[in-house]
């Protein structure tokens, strides 16, 4: 198979930076998929905005690759045949979620590209086991296939801690785009960072915050470096992120503020970061931090099925549920915060979708 390469007005768009929320899954009280209500939050990302949809990534659980439930294909299908249904006039950048063993992963990413994805965001959960050697050839293996979102997973939901001397050497893969800093963690974050600035690719690779615990901090950050006696600097420039799958217009609008704060200078950057503690409030909620994310999906699910996108909180995993006091948290920051949600959006949205009949 041909390397595919990113279009340029796609890769144009990821190296301005957007919003890209990670795609929930949609299921009925039968814990089986509910076709209608994935498809509509598909229309939903791409009405608020959203500069692309991640799929078969955490959000849409893991075990959608389960033999037994086989739903991987299923959704990237689904997604990629909304967004061409909407025949849309600006680009717009489809992320499938790639995960495994290298032959897994390469056989994903083959699969990423029959339904036209643009990059594939590649795991590195799972592979407790595997030196950082091992773990870079198979990000070779994929890059061979497909243009790489890399992911920086933080070690409490299955990610690992990667030194610095891995990120320099996975910034020099070719087809490397992108690269997701979720390690909750400034010390790894900056490291990933760090070795992107020394890296020869520099500038060919966009950074985005998965890092939903700091995301305005992140984004509002320039960070630099002296690197034989010249200034290199990065920036976060956008988000791929599972607190950005609920409240989504908010969240675009949200971007568009940091991007003229820190193009004009005029922008109230106190006013910002004390909207960052707020986000960070919200995402405490809905990750379920408290109780070490346990109740992350079903957080997302409740949000939205408040909302009317969804009709429950169903997950695969029947264990998967909201922790104890989690909706009253959940509670707290809608009544908090309402200047960050998107329920006014959603609820108008929703009635375009649905116009009642006279």
Known sequence: MIMQA???????????????????????????LDEAHQRRLTRYYIAAEAGGIAVGVHSTQFEIRDPKVNLYETVLMLAAEEVEKAQLL?????????????????????????????????????????????ILDRVRAVAAVIPVFGFYLQ????????????????????????????????????????????????????LYTGNDDNIIADLLTTYRFT????????????????????????????????KNCKASGRGDMADLLTKGIQVTD??????????SFHGCIPGIHEVLRRQGLLDGRWCLNPQE??????????????????????????????????????
Request: glycine residues 6%; negative net charge.
């Open 227 to 258: 690197i034989n006696g010249k200034t290199v600097e990065k920036e976060f420039v956008g988000g791929l992120l599972g607190h950005w799958a609920v409240w989504t217009h908010a969240a675009v609008q949200l971007l568009k503020e940091i």
């Open 90 to 134: 600006y680009p717009f950048i489809k992320v499938a979620g790639i995960c495994g063993p290298t032959e897994q992963a390469v056989k994903e990413a083959e699969l990423a590209i029959k339904y036209n994805y643009d990059l594939g965001l590649l795991s590195m959960g799972g592979l407790q086991n595997w030196t950082e050697q091992q």
């Open 6 to 32: 990113l279009r340029k007005n796609k890769r144009d768009l990821l190296h301005a930076g957007t919003v890209i929320p990670a795609h929930p899954l949609a299921l009925n009280e039968k814990r089986r």
């Open 321 to 358: 549920e909201l922790s104890a006091g989690q909706m009253e948290e959940i509670d707290r920051v809608c009544s908090a915060y309402p200047h960050l949600t998107d329920d006014a959006f959603v609820a108008e949205w929703l009635r375009s979708e649905n116009p009642v009949k006279v």
């Open 155 to 206: 070690p409490s939901v299955g990610g690992r801690i990667f030194s610095y001397d891995f990120w320099l050497e996975f910034a020099e893969i070719a087809n490397i785009e992108a690269i997701k800093v979720a390690a909750f963690n400034r010390y790894q974050t900056l490291d990933v960072v760090r070795a992107v600035c020394h890296s020869s690719r520099s500038n060919e690779i966009a």
């Open 282 to 291: 919200m995402n405490a909620a809905i990750f379920d931090s408290a109780h």
